[in-house]
């Protein structure tokens, strides 16, 4: 099965308002976490990452936190625009090169 | 700055019949390259990955194979196509050192009939 999993498929949010994203993982021992944006119709789009080392990291309109304690990852977005629909992948990188997927939370904005 | 390329962007494929999908990447050297499969509403599962030139490691056992002849070319084919190879398949790369991020093209949609 999965090492990665998102806690809902779903997200639908007011355009505008900050949008959250959650993310739980399995496997303790890793130590590099990805978000990713898709599309319909295209590739996975790197969105920000975070080392095992740090808890908090933000780039631009976005901020993801890690809390290792629960094995925990988030993803925030600010002032959620209708181009941030999209699906919602974390990934978790187990061993060597190797990601592991979470299934996806589908993020829709309401104008 | 570097890009990745994938060709068709959609197949229809007959049972049976041969399969090769193609993938380059430009703007960097030695990466690690990857094919995934994505079933529809699912996450990314990993079939091959690549490390350089002629090596190639197979994550599940399958009716597809993996190639590299090339240092930023990565190939996906099969002999044979089955009804379950329909998907949308993905070829990332990223650079050959740990904790660094894989990007990815933009797929190819394939359909089994």
């Known amino acids: 099965g999965e090492s990665v999993g998102l806690h809902l498929p779903t997200l639908s949010v007011q355009e505008g308002d900050n949008s959250i994203i959650n993310c739980a993982y399995s496997?303790?021992?890793?130590?590099?976490f990805i978000w990713y944006k898709q599309e319909s119709g295209k590739g996975p789009q790197f969105i920000i990452d975070?080392?095992?080392?740090?808890d908090k990291r933000q780039g631009q309109r976005v901020t993801v936190l890690l809390n290792k304690t629960v094995k925990h990852l988030s993803l925030q977005i600010a002032a959620t625009q209708p181009g941030d629909s999209a699906v919602y992948f974390c990934?978790?990188?187990?061993?060597?090169?190797?990601?592991?997927f979470g299934a996806g939370t589908t993020v829709t904005v309401r104008a | 700055s570097q890009t990745i390329h994938q060709w068709p962007a959609t197949l229809v494929q007959p049972v049976g019949s041969p399969l090769s999908l193609e993938c380059t990447v430009e703007?960097?050297?030695?990466?690690?390259l990857y094919w995934y499969r994505q079933a529809a509403g699912r996450g990314l599962q990993l079939l091959f990955y690549?490390?350089?030139?002629?090596?190639i490691s197979s994550e599940v056992p399958q009716n597809l194979s993996a190639s590299r002849p090339q240092d930023r070319q990565f190939i996906l084919s099969s002999k044979k196509l089955l009804l379950s190879d329909s998907g949308f398949y993905l070829c990332?790369?990223?650079?050959?050192?740990?904790?660094?991020?894989?990007?990815f093209g933009d797929g190819t949609r394939l359909s089994i009939l």
């Open positions: 990934a978790e990188n187990i061993y060597d090169y190797k990601l592991s």
């Open positions: 496997n303790s021992a890793s130590d590099y």
């Open positions: 975070i080392r095992s080392n740090m």
């Open positions: 690549s490390v350089g030139i002629g090596q």
């Open positions: 703007g960097t050297s030695n990466p690690n």
């Open positions: 990332a790369w990223s650079v050959g050192v740990s904790e660094q991020p894989q990007h």
